[in-house]
DNA sequence: GTCTATATAATGATAGAC
DNA sequence: GTCTATCATTATATAGAC
């Protein structure tokens, strides 16, 4: 029943090697050359997997959409309380410190760039959020009560997202850790 | 002694609408095309006035600096207490709510950029945020004294970027309207 | 499946007429 | 000061050989 022997197509170096470029550089600054470059094809190579550079970007959304599902999944299959499992979302701020500096979040990145653009894939892209919000809702349900949940879910990604953005704006590492445990105080006040 | 009769040059209407097009689009996006149909000049004009794109764009934070400080003179001339004062601050979030949506907020989505860029001009950006940091410091000092203003300052910031960051992933104008009630009774709270 | 070659459009930038 | 014409480069995308 495991899950063995995945292969790693072409197609999925594509993807990956796009997440990790359309994270540094942006979508429309992320060209087809640099991505070829990066995993040694040719740009001819993307029309046979790729029908336009869209279809890319949606591949990479989906893409970070079941990354993240993973990821809030063993978070939820390592900690036993509700308390530590927020305790992992808030120390993302810390883990990928250096990341956030240099190029801020990832998903608010995208979609702010895809809301700019009028693009459609912004409804996807902010699908993401949606994703942490109701993983975070339910764990402050089982912390402390449905009443509050999503209002305490929605209150740490709307810190979390000012954190990083003004840490990434002023190149502050102090400002990261100095307000990400203000977050971790308040976790503890609920 | 009243400034009168300032004439807006060409090189004044330049600036104007690369401000707006950057905000809307990026600085990378924003083509010297683009700039030209919106002010009806050609595009070889733009060699007489800027010696290449980047001096459009130090040009533009230039503008905004002078910009936002002429608006921090008004809050400050216009209200009597620092609390009226940070109040004007937080009302942007209302009052901009649309272009919030839309495009988010133009200094971290710039300084964002020229992060990710490894631009030149990223530390220039950057400036603005101190701007009204020092700005917010200075009316946070008024209302309850030194120890706390900074604090407070970064605070209301990071609390301002989270919102309009979320509020435009989301594109949810009821987000923007709760969560700048909260920053009204937070600062009532002080 | 992957490649080379190419078509087409847009970009930042320069030269020179007026 | 503003324009037209042009250049070099890069972008997405297509056609077809292997």
Redo the contacts between chains.
């Keep these: 029943m495991a899950e063995v022997d995945i292969k790693t197509t072409t197609r999925d170096h594509i993807i990956a090697a796009a997440d990790e470029l359309i994270y ?3 979508f ?2 992320t060209s087809f050359a640099h991505i070829a470059e990066k995993i040694s094809i040719s740009r001819g190579n993307f029309y046979y997997h790729f029908k336009n550079k869209d279809q890319i970007l949606d591949a990479v959304i989906h893409f970070r959409m079941a990354k993240t599902h993973t990821t809030l999944q063993q978070w939820e299959a390592l900690n036993s309380t509700p308390h530590e499992r927020i305790t992992c979302y808030i120390n993302v701020l810390i883990t990928h410190q250096k990341d956030i500096l ?3 979040c990832a ?3 995208l ?3 895809l ?3 009028d693009h459609l894939a ?1 409804g996807n ?2 699908m993401l ?2 994703l942490y919000r109701t993983w975070l809702r339910r764990q402050f349900a089982l912390l402390g009560g449905k009443q509050m949940a999503d209002k305490h879910a ?2 740490l ?7 990083a ?2 840490a ?4 502050d590492p102090n ?1 990261l850790t100095q ?1 990400t445990a ?1 977050l971790h105080q308040w976790l503890q006040s609920l």
Tied chains: 1, 2.
């Design positions: 540094q550089q942006g429309s600054k240099r190029f801020g998903m608010s990145n979609s702010n760039e809301s700019r653009l912004k892209s902010a959020f949606v929605l209150h990604i709307v810190q979390w997202q000012g954190i953005t003004l990434n704006a002023l190149n400002l307000e203000k």
